[in-house]
């Protein structure tokens, strides 16, 4: 098994590390205060720039989803039309930093690295998470508030970066500071775990000791929304598995079924909500979220076509978020709905946009997990278990945005823009390939062009055919020779926190 270079190690540390601190931000905040967290994305950012420019040539335009570029160029915009533009011009410089971040990774990295890297990533996290709780509960055993800030003695328990009950049985929160969150992070361990164990990618008993932590984190943090979210996940894994093994009739009659199942749902949760929300342990207004999405309907109401203006989190201090949504002394950042928040703060236009882009990426998402890989028309590759990973990650982070606004920043921001370019570029069919192609040019016809050839292909040298086909299908064979060649899947190094 090849050894990746120290140069190739150091840059896999540093995707490892962006991860870490678009996932588990509230770490940072908590630890170092804002002050220290915005020292440390500056430099992210900073680096971020750095690679991408010293990876010449960088991706064309086209080669990036079109809603992506269309989402990210309004929220741009919408700091002309702002009612406060001071906050909105932070808040997209912040949307920009994280979407360049994602671009770094996948212009640098494969498929298969990335999933290396967030592997590494959600295994700190939740190893931290769960030291962290452990120390605070036997040593500590009070809550701890976040360091550099003084809430003062009577400051509400949700301020707290972590209450201590471990041991007392309440939810856990974990250095990411919040029950909710650490559980979102557990699930999509879960999933790149699970994946890992089935490629083989990491030893089977290291990933089996992870999936046990990710399944504990789960039961700690006690999350409804992410509960629903892991069911979901199981039931879309379950029917890409089966749309893998039958044509394409029984894959009609499977998107059939799906959506009338969707629909039954959906009038059991609207006609029976009561019970439903009770079997999750939560009340008939999923803990407050009705009043704040009442709240925030109300006021998107009065800039209907564009929106108040981009600014990701809210500022409490500004109109028209000040107490816009509060309960029991703790102000929301948030709508609890990425649709409603995109909704409030883009308008109906922005909202079309988003879901335009939530729409596109779980399609392609589907059908690279179910599409077998084809980089010559002469030859159709195996199914991959890594193809699995967009649409998994992505149901899961779409159950979320239902209930969380989450997936419009940090971590799961960076997520679906990495997952959104990847699908988009076909670099999901190439995952032990590095970097962007435009994914609408056309396969080269290997076969035709190996007898047309045979010279210039003896001329290239051995295996220059493969090379060609997906790392650049429209060059013509000389070009091909000269092309970066493949890693094999089976000489991609192991995840070396695996070993």
């Known amino acids: 098994m090849r050894m990746p270079s120290a140069s190739r190690r150091a840059l896999r540390s540093f995707a490892t590390f962006v991860l870490v601190t678009t996932f588990a931000g509230d770490m940072w905040r908590n630890s170092l205060s804002w002050w220290g967290f915005g020292a440390i994305a500056l430099a992210v950012l900073v680096a971020s720039i750095t690679l991408l420019v010293r990876s010449r040539p960088l991706p064309r335009l086209r080669a990036l989803p079109v809603p992506f570029l269309a989402f990210t160029g309004l929220s741009i915009l919408s700091i002309a039309w702002s009612q406060y533009r001071p906050e909105s011009a932070l808040g997209v410089i912040i949307q920009l930093a994280t979407s360049t971040a994602a671009l770094m990774l996948v212009v640098l990295f494969s498929w298969a690295e990335i999933v290396q890297a967030l592997g590494r990533a959600l295994r700190i996290i939740l190893g931290l998470s769960l030291a962290f709780e452990l120390f605070v509960a036997v040593v500590v055993r009070q809550p701890v508030m976040p360091f550099f800030t003084d809430y003062g003695p009577r400051a509400p328990a949700a301020f707290a970066w972590t209450r201590g009950e471990l041991l007392l049985g309440g939810r856990i929160q974990g250095v990411v500071g919040n029950a909710n969150l650490l559980a979102m992070v557990a699930l999509l361990g879960l999933i790149v775990f699970s994946l890992q164990l089935a490629a083989r990618s990491v030893h089977r008993r290291r990933a089996a000791v992870w999936i046990a932590v990710a399944l504990l984190t789960l039961t700690l943090t006690g999350s409804s929304t992410v509960l629903v979210a892991l069911v979901m996940t199981c039931v879309v894994a379950v029917l890409a598995l089966v749309a893998r093994r039958v044509g394409l009739r029984g894959r009609l009659t499977l998107a059939g079924a799906v959506v009338v199942a969707a629909a039954v749902g959906a009038g059991i949760v609207v ?23 009442e709240s925030v309907i109300g006021l998107a109401q009065q800039h209907p076509v564009v929106g108040w203006g981009w600014i990701g989190y809210w500022a409490p201090w500004i109109k028209p978020f000040e107490g816009l949504a509060v309960r029991s002394g703790v102000t929301y950042l948030q709508a609890h709905d990425a649709y409603l928040d995109v909704f409030l703060q883009l308008g109906a236009v922005g909202a079309l ?25 002469d030859r159709v590759e195996p199914y991959t278990v890594l193809a699995l990973a967009p649409l998994l990650l992505m149901t899961a982070l779409v159950v979320q945005s239902l209930a969380e606004s989450r997936l419009l920043y940090e971590g799961n921001w960076l997520l679906l823009g990495v997952i959104a370019m990847a699908t988009r570029s076909g670099m999901i069919a190439r995952e032990d390939v590095p970097g962007l192609v435009d994914s609408r040019r056309r396969p080269v016809a290997a076969a035709t062009d190996a007898a047309a050839a045979p010279g210039a292909r003896a001329a290239a040298g051995p295996g220059a055919a493969e090379v060609a086909s997906p790392v650049a299908p429209a060059q013509t064979t000389t070009a091909s020779a000269s092309a970066p060649a493949p890693v094999p899947a089976s000489a991609l190094p192991a995840d070396p926190d695996a070993a």
């Open 353 to 377: 946009v988003f879901v335009c882009l939530i729409v596109t990426t779980y399609v392609r998402s589907w059908w690279a997990a179910i599409d077998r890989p084809q980089h010559r028309r």
């Open 271 to 293: 006609t029976r909500t009561a019970e439903v929300f009770e079997l999750l342990g939560r009340s008939p207004d999923l803990t407050g979220r009705f009043e704040i999405w």
